[in-house]
């Protein structure tokens, strides 16, 4: 059994304007360094296969078809046991 | 006119858009997602609403619907396909349009009304109307921040696919103007080809005699007109 580990994030050219906000309130409660906050997305997908090639790839068509909107967001992805 | 209208799990405006086009003396139909035949129109309407609750992406889900692939074909072979408010998403997720709908700036859902202004008459949906002209359609959605990258901006400026951009009363496209934060004020595109039209305000929501604007009228007319043409 394995599991992908999948982020999906905004590139960096997009504004988030969610991060920003979050970035706000932490200015409010005090936390100055803070220059920026991005949000993303963390996707667990789990396969019946302990098929590790099978895994990648399957993963890559899926992020590529339907988890990630190339026009505004890249992805990254592990592969572990269960 | 043969009107489709598509309805899929969480379209909420397939009514009203069924209505109006029923109300102008249109042959119009609803089509379930998961069917596989259009059923011969003139037009595809995909309607607003929350496609999939929104899931993932606004109308990602939606885009891998059976009934999807057809409309995709149909666009394809130069059919008449627009999308509203999540009809839009939709389009853009299916790559018939390009860009993405963002979340809005403030990050609020924004319902109200909204002028908008009419950038050319060279679409099937503004066919008539006079670049300019300025109409009161109200909006009603939380990712409809269209965005696109620089060059893309770019190729719809210079190609003029850009129809509607949010505007003032008198017409100014200003920031002040922008309810949502979309690059370039923009409210609504066509394809290269014009064939297919993306936009967030509702016109279907303006287009009867008991709302307070009517001015989604206008395009409706537009639109006969251009088949009437003979288009």
């Given at each position: 059994?394995?599991?992908?580990k999948i ?10 304007p969610?991060?920003?906000?979050v970035?706000?309130?932490l200015?409010?409660l005090?936390y ?14 789990n ?8 895994v990648?790839?399957?993963?890559e068509k ?6 990630a909107?190339?026009?505004?967001e890249t992805y990254?992805f ?5 | 006119?043969?009107?489709s209208?598509i309805?899929?799990?969480g379209?909420?405006?397939?009514h009203?858009?069924?209505?109006v086009f029923?109300?102008?003396g249109?042959d119009a ?5 998961k069917?596989?035949?259009l ?7 995909l309607?607003g609403?929350?496609?999939y ?5 606004c ?11 057809e409309?995709?074909d ?5 059919g ?5 408010c999540n ?13 993405t709908?963002?979340m ?7 319902c109200?009304?909204q002028?908008?202004r009419?950038e050319t ?12 002209t300025?109409l009161?359609v109200p909006?009603?959605?939380?990712e409809g921040?269209?965005?696109?990258a ?7 400026q ?18 002040d ?6 690059i370039?004020?923009?409210?609504g595109?066509?394809?290269?080809t014009?064939?297919v039209l993306?936009m ?23 639109l ?8």
């Amino acid at each position: 059994m394995l599991k992908a580990k999948i982020f999906v994030q905004l590139k960096p050219s997009v504004l988030d304007p969610q991060g920003k906000a979050v970035t706000n309130s932490l200015h409010h409660l005090g936390y100055t360094a803070v220059s920026e906050t991005r949000i993303s997305k963390y996707i667990e997908i789990n396969f019946a296969t302990s098929d590790r090639d099978q895994v990648a790839l399957e993963t890559e068509k899926i992020c590529s078809i339907l988890l990630a909107n190339p026009n505004t967001e890249t992805y990254s992805f592990e592969i572990e046991e269960m | 006119m043969r009107v489709s209208v598509i309805t899929f799990p969480g379209s909420n405006c397939d009514h009203d858009a069924y209505e109006v086009f029923q109300g102008r003396g249109h042959d119009a139909r609803l089509i379930w997602h998961k069917d596989h035949d259009l059923q011969n129109p003139d037009l595809v309407i995909l309607p607003g609403g929350f496609s999939y609750g929104d899931y993932l992406r606004c109308g990602a889900l939606a885009r891998f619907s059976p009934i999807v692939k057809e409309v995709i074909d149909f666009a394809r072979r130069g059919g008449l396909v627009m999308g509203i408010c999540n009809g839009f998403q939709i389009l853009t997720e299916t790559g018939l349009l390009p860009g993405t709908l963002l979340m809005n700036k403030g990050l609020r859902f924004i319902c109200q009304h909204q002028y908008l202004r009419v950038e050319t008459s060279d679409t099937p949906y503004t066919h008539g109307l006079v670049p300019g002209t300025v109409l009161d359609v109200p909006i009603a959605h939380k990712e409809g921040n269209y965005y696109i990258a620089a060059e893309g901006l770019k190729s719809l400026q210079d190609n003029a696919q850009i129809v509607f951009r949010y505007c003032d009363k008198a017409g100014n496209a200003s920031s002040d103007a922008n309810p949502n934060g979309a690059i370039d004020n923009i409210a609504g595109i066509v394809n290269t080809t014009r064939n297919v039209l993306g936009m967030m305000p509702h016109p279907e929501r303006a287009a009867t005699d008991s709302v307070v604007t009517d001015d989604g009228k206008q395009i409706f007319a537009a639109l006969e007109r251009f088949i009437g043409d003979g288009h």
